[in-house]
């Protein structure tokens, strides 16, 4: 897996941003069966560039704790066969052959808010929103109350099999 990664305010973690989102990434990526090495941008932000982004990409003008863009348009989620057809034409890196599943963007400031007011460690909710992310780059959604019940299955599943739980220390 390729993780393309850019922290534009040089935030500090007490963790290792990147490596711990390569690790939650493929995480996901093992527990929906994809079958390709796959290729995914993350950007860590700030309050006001994921505003403005929320704002230019979704039409809602509202500071908002991640972003995500998806490269492929699933016609269910996670069903990879469809990219073996025509339709899967331009979602493959040209020189690499990786998947291109698409962008995540955290607002770190946003990010460490939620852990404090959840009661859980910054590793924790950094960990969930690239989880969260990755399961909406492969199509999943939470519009309906049982799309959110799977979307929520599958996060706790992925962070239990790494050993990210909410009773980690808040200061991680």
Do not use: W
């Not at 979704?58 to 863009?69: A, H, K, N, Y």
């Not at 690499?96 to 698409?102: I, P, V």
Request: aromatic fraction near 8%.
């Amino acid at each position: 897996m390729t993780l393309n990664f850019e922290n534009e305010g040089g935030f500090s973690f007490p963790f290792d941003p990147e490596a711990l989102a390569c690790q939650v990434a493929e995480q996901v990526l093992d527990m929906e069966q994809c079958p390709y090495e796959a290729e995914v941008e993350l950007i860590l932000t700030d309050p006001e560039t994921i505003r403005r982004m929320n704002r230019e990409f979704r039409g809602i003008d509202r500071e908002t704790d991640v972003l995500s863009f998806p490269m492929v348009e699933y016609p269910q989620p996670a069903s990879f066969d469809f990219l073996e057809t025509e339709a899967g034409d331009g979602c493959f890196h040209p020189d690499s052959g990786e998947l291109l599943l698409g962008d995540i963007v955290i607002s770190v400031e946003r990010a460490k808010a939620q852990a404090e007011e959840y009661g859980h460690s910054l590793k924790r909710e950094y960990a969930f929103l690239v989880a969260h992310s990755m399961l909406h780059l492969l199509g999943y959604d939470h519009m309906t109350p049982d799309e959110a019940a799977v979307m929520e299955q599958k996060q706790e599943a992925a962070l239990q099999a790494l050993g990210i739980t909410r009773e980690q220390e808040s200061g991680e």
